[in-house]
């Protein structure tokens, strides 16, 4: 009997990774990662591992996550140390309680190895702080995309006037909806709102707004998935925070000084 490691591979920076998940990338015989995986990661495999490619877009799953589950099952049952990678942490939408519940139900040995939330790692890279004493003290991890068929359990009563800080996974495609039904329970239009695209890699783009003029703003400049939605005062910050737009900025002066 193999083993199955369920890695969260991070929020895009390969250097995001914790050094466990990457000690299970170079022991692994089989890689199955997801869409959102650094590739750059996969260079650590050891020579022989099979990569499996899970990837998963909106609306278009190139391998069904039965699929999925029953390859887990297959090639750890034939001894093989398999590592599955998933963008971000595997417990946050990744579905990887599903597939930890699967591998139990199989009598298959495994571990959770946790990683950074883009909730988390693409609002800090936008210099936007998801606690701050004078901003906000509750935040929220919230799924913007519903799974097909289910009716909307979200609960906007409580997140619009509940919660001080919103980190909305998969939403730029429900955008005026999720607009629509936090200003309908409460939240005022003027809350500020920040849309932070492939956040802590080299294409991060960051738009800001209120929630009252934030669709205009996405549809304006074209952001598109993968992105990260933050709803709070806490964006207020970013003004004086916004820490890797400098940083590139000043990496491109050095470059043009060499």
């Known amino acids: ?24 990338i170079q ?13 750059e990661l996969l260079s650590y495999a050891k020579n022989g591992a099979d990569l499996i490619y899970c990837g998963k ?12 589950n029953q390859l887990l099952v297959m090639h750890s049952k034939r001894g093989k140390v398999v590592t599955r990678l998933k963008g971000g942490d595997p417990f946050v939408y990744g579905r990887g309680g599903e597939e930890a519940e699967m591998l139990v139900e199989h009598g298959v040995q495994f571990e959770i190895v946790p990683g950074i939330t883009s909730g988390i790692a693409a609002s800090t890279y936008a210099g936007i702080p998801v606690t701050h004493r004078d901003y906000g003290s509750t935040f929220a991890f919230v799924t913007g995309h519903q799974r097909k068929g289910q009716d909307n359990h979200l ?6 006037k509940g919660i001080d800080t919103l ?29 932070v695209h492939s956040g802590t890699t080299a294409k991060q783009h960051t738009v800001t707004g209120t929630l009252a003029s934030i669709v205009g703003i ?37 470059d043009a000084l060499m």
Request: with cysteine; proline share 5%.
């Open 1 to 24: 009997m193999g083993k199955v490691y369920l890695v969260g591979a991070g929020p895009g920076d390969s250097e995001l990774i914790t050094i466990k998940g990457l000690k299970c």
């Open 27 to 39: 022991e692994a015989d089989v890689i199955m990662y997801d869409r959102l995986v650094n590739h």
């Open 57 to 68: 877009k909106p609306d278009c799953h190139l391998m069904d996550q039965e699929i999925i």
């Open 155 to 160: 609960c906007w009563e409580s997140l619009a």
């Open 167 to 195: 980190a909305i996974y998969m939403g730029v495609g429900n955008l005026p909806y999720i607009q629509q039904q936090l200003m309908k329970h409460g939240r005022p239009g003027s809350t500020p709102v920040a849309v």
């Open 218 to 254: 996405v549809e304006k400049h074209q952001i598109q998935n993968p992105s990260m939605i933050i709803v709070g005062k806490v964006v207020l910050l970013r003004e004086k925070i916004k820490w890797f737009e400098q940083l590139k900025h000043h990496e491109v002066e050095l």
